[in-house]
């Protein structure tokens, strides 16, 4: 069975999305709700990611981070991934989203980089 744990707090001046389980065709849905719901009140929406706790996530998962990033990028933001898993890295770069899809080592280093202009 699918299970996915997301839940939210802020991080200096950043909110965070703290996401564990398996981010698939299943769970993608609460994910994408949270995201949209806190994209939606803050301007800019530079949100962090946090992915240390996920198992998991295939295209239909990635999917739902790169609609986020552009929902946020229309209010002058953008997600910044937290991810120590090499798999995680992996999985950006062979689907050609590193570049868009930032990624940090630490929520301590995603909040010290400056917005992309």
Known sequence: MDYLS????HYDAFPVIEVSGELDFETREQLGKRLHKVISTHNPAHVIVHLNGLEFCDDAGLAVLVAANRQAGQRSGGLRLVSRKPSFTRLLEAKGLSDSLPL?????????QPAAE
């Open 6 to 9: 997301v839940s939210s707090y």
């Open 104 to 112: 940090y080592k630490s929520l301590a280093q995603a909040a010290d």
